[in-house]
């Protein structure tokens, strides 16, 4: 037990470091190094214990969520992986954040970046250890792992757009309107809009012209699309980790998702390409299968039989 955890109530730790921060100076102040040591070392623990106060309780953002949480039990459904309490971090979401989150179909999902023995969960090898394989994940050679940590995910993809800029429009939009409506985006937010603002037309310049592939690094360099989109990564393991948990998808078989490599110019697309969902009482027989391709910024392509994709709104802190 470290010494945050012998500390109750990290409210009364915020008041503590107050006072410990104005001895800490009054020590320093005075040339008493040794009572300057000593302050420091009462600090940190309180310091642990503010830091591990904020967000909310796993088991509060359950209570929240309902149906739409897939939290530590999920995971050990999913790759048959047990955490402990201390490596389950807290949401780092308010209550009326997942409140709107839940009036506006999306799930709250904790996703891991390594294997139960310590190994990056690479995408290679992610769907040898889903239970029963019941997923299979195709052209799956990527070395990305997904964002550890809580993330809320948009069950529908939205604005089906074979134009990647067009659909960033149309997913800035949705931002406004739906997911922060009424309230102050948050800065973050409003400073990745006006970048694209910015390179919006650079961007449609040189998707029509020889240039595509500069196109394609601008567009998913893009701070809206780092902030609000999934990364292959994290799509896959959501898919995952939703479909062993819930017997279904939130995905359609006729829709698909564009999301971002955590290597620079990546743009895939990631589809659903067979599976049985049908109306069997026994789910625990469907199975899915799921494609990637990467792709460009396909200012007017085609997608070869794939889906026309859309966007999934993504949120994490």
Known sequence: MNNAEQINNPEDSNEKLSTLRESLRQAIDDGDMRRAQELQEEILPHLEAVKEGIGLSPERAKEIMRGDYLGPEAIRKTFGMHLEKEDIPRVPFTEQDLERARVFGQFLILRRDQFVDGT???????DNMVSNRRVRVHNMLMDDVPTAGWALVSKEASAHRRDYIEE????????????????EIPREYQEAIDEFEEKKQEIKDKATSVFLSDASEIAAGLKINKLARQTIADAVYDTCVYFINNDETFLSSKASIRTNSSAAGQIYQLALIGGSFGSSTDKSNHQIAISVERKSCDYGQYYDGMATPGFLFARTR
Do not use: A, E, R
Request: charged share 15%; no cysteine; glycine share 8%.
């Open 168 to 183: 960033t429009q149309d997913m800035i939009t949705h931002i406004k309107k739906s997911i922060f409506s009424g309230i």
């Open 120 to 126: 990056p969960m690479k995408m290679l090898g992610m």
